[in-house]
C-alpha cells in the first residue's frame, strides 16, 4: 500500500544552518513525490514537486528510488522558512489525489 | 480570483448535531476533495470527486457525505457529529488528469465536537 512517512515531527534549527526534512515513502511504480507547506495563518501550499527539478525558495528535493526517499534539503536556513512541511505522493489512478505525510514543523531560530 | 473558499472557519457542535461544511472554487477545477488534519496524522482524504456529478470515498469516510453540486462547489456534512470528528478540514481543488497540477487547498474550517 502508499505509504507517505515523516519521522521527525519537530526539526528545530538555528538561521543559516542547513535543514533536511526526511520523507520516506512505499509506492509500487514510480511515483510523482510532492512537498507542501504551510506557513503560519496561511493555507498549505505547493512547495516543490520531483518532476520539475526546481529549487524553491532555496529549497530542492531528490528523489531516491534505491533509499525510496525525498528529502527536502536548504543549505540555509532562513526565520521565513518556519512552517509545517508536508511529503506527499499519488494515490493510485491520479496525481491529484494525494497521500500526505505526518508533516514535520520547522523551527528556525534566530 | 478567491482560489479555494471555505465556510464557516470555525464551529462548534455537540455530540449528535449536524452540519454542512461548504466549499466553492473559482479555478474552473474538474477535481475537488475534503481533507481533515490531525496532529501527528497529517492530511486524510475523507471523500473526493473527481469531476462534476461523481464522489468516491477517500481513506476516511465513515460518519461524512458529500454532495458536489456543480463544478465549482462541494460540500460536506456530519449527519450525527462525534467528538472523533473534532479536526480541521480542508477542501482543495485541482486539475484532474494534468500532469503535475497541484492542490490548491482553502484557508480550513476548524470544528470542535463536545
Known amino acids: 500500500a502508499q505509504r507517505v512517512t515523516q519521522p521527525e515531527k519537530l526539526l528545530s534549527v538555528f538561521k543559516g544552518a542547513p535543514v533536511e526534512l526526511k520523507c520516506n515513502y512505499s509506492?509500487?511504480?514510480?511515483?510523482?513525490l510532492f512537498w507542501y507547506v504551510q506557513y503560519s495563518r496561511q493555507r498549505l501550499q505547493l512547495l516543490l514537486r520531483h518532476i520539475s527539478r526546481e529549487s524553491i525558495k532555496g529549497f530542492t528535493a531528490d528523489l531516491n528510488k534505491g533509499e525510496t526517499s525525498f528529502h527536502l534539503k536548504k543549505p540555509f536556513a532562513q526565520e521565513e522558512d518556519s512552517a509545517m512541511y508536508y511529503c506527499?505522493?499519488?494515490?493510485?489512478?491520479?496525481?491529484?489525489?494525494?497521500?500526505f505525510g505526518a508533516g514535520t514543523r520547522l523551527a528556525v531560530h534566530p | 480570483n478567491a482560489g479555494v473558499t471555505q465556510t464557516p472557519k470555525f464551529q462548534v457542535l455537540k455530540t449528535g448535531q449536524s452540519m454542512t461544511l461548504q466549499c466553492a472554487q473559482d479555478m474552473n477545477h474538474n477535481s475537488m476533495y475534503w481533507y481533515r488534519q490531525d496532529p501527528g496524522m497529517g492530511l486524510r482524504l475523507i471523500y473526493y470527486s473527481a469531476s462534476e456529478g461523481t464522489t468516491d470515498k477517500g481513506e476516511v469516510p465513515n460518519g461524512y457525505n458529500v454532495s458536489r453540486l456543480n463544478k465549482r462547489e462541494f460540500s460536506l456534512r456530519l449527519e450525527s457529529a462525534a467528538p472523533s470528528q473534532t479536526s480541521v478540514y480542508f477542501c482543495?481543488?485541482?486539475?484532474?488528469?494534468?500532469?503535475?497540477?497541484?492542490?490548491?487547498f482553502g484557508n480550513g474550517t476548524r470544528l470542535t465536537v463536545t
Open positions: 482543495a481543488s485541482g486539475l484532474q488528469g494534468a500532469d503535475n497540477s497541484p492542490l490548491h
Open positions: 506527499a505522493l499519488p494515490f493510485s489512478g491520479g496525481y491529484n489525489k494525494l497521500i
Open positions: 509506492y509500487s511504480g514510480s511515483p510523482e
